[in-house]
């Protein structure tokens, strides 16, 4: 049973362009997102993330969005740059009574940004 | 800060042989936690450790098993290894006292069975 759904395996956008990566999530218990990035042969790095009580982060070029009653998230990168290329994972977390967050991942989608 | 570091970075095993991952957690982070990636997946949470307890785990066997030090450092041992345990094996380590951080994850050690 998959809890986060990320449906676009690939994407491909032209550099400048705006890149949208959607994530769906099924357990309405989240409520922590967090978009990791991951180049080949390296760990996923962090990028942004949004508590549920928001429905809009922004961190430079990047903007994460929240539809808690469609349990949808998405990831927006203005302007897209070559360097954005790589696996994009949506990952959501649930605060439980001691506070041990448990993260699970989609199973991403790779983003092209064409030069 | 060396961030999150693990250990070996590559490792070819024999099908029921044991292997043992090693991971040292970023600086001021008390928790550990170890994700399996297999090829074209997100990484699958394995389990996590807090005070040198297991305090989470995923939907994995018990041929899977872990352990923290004192200074938070981590272990991940997987006996009777078969073919589908191939895969990148991350660790991650965060600091939940302080909130919602982000894990912090290292490299990876590539896994081969064999």
């Known amino acids: 049973d998959q809890q986060v759904k990320q449906n676009s395996p690939s994407l491909s956008v032209q550099e400048g362009r705006i890149s949208i990566l959607n994530c769906d999530y099924t357990?309405?218990?989240?409520?922590?997102f967090l978009w990791y990035k991951k180049y080949p042969a390296e760990g996923p790095t962090f990028l942004i993330s949004i508590s549920s009580i928001k429905d809009k982060n922004e961190d430079g070029r990047f903007t994460v969005f929240l539809n808690k009653s469609a349990k949808h998230l998405s990831l927006h990168i203005v302007p897209s740059q070559p360097g954005d290329s790589a696996v994009y994972f949506c990952a959501a977390s649930a605060f439980t009574k001691t506070s041990y967050d448990k993260v699970i991942f989609g199973p991403g989608t790779s983003l092209s940004v064409i030069p | 800060d060396a961030g999150v570091t693990q250990s070996p970075t590559h490792l070819i095993k024999t099908r029921g042989q044991q292997v043992t991952l090693r991971c040292s957690p970023k600086s001021g982070h008390d928790t550990v936690s170890w994700y399996q990636q297999a090829l074209g997946q997100g990484p699958q949470f394995i389990f996590q450790y807090y005070e040198e307890e297991e305090r989470q785990r995923g939907n994995f066997p018990d041929r899977f098993s872990g352990h923290q030090f004192p200074n938070y450092s981590s272990e991940l041992n997987v006996n009777a290894l078969l073919l589908g345990d191939s895969a990148l094996y991350l660790c991650a380590s965060s600091s939940p006292k302080q909130g919602y951080t982000e894990a912090f994850f290292g490299q990876g050690t590539r896994l081969t069975v064999v």
């Open positions: 357990n309405s218990m989240f409520d922590y």
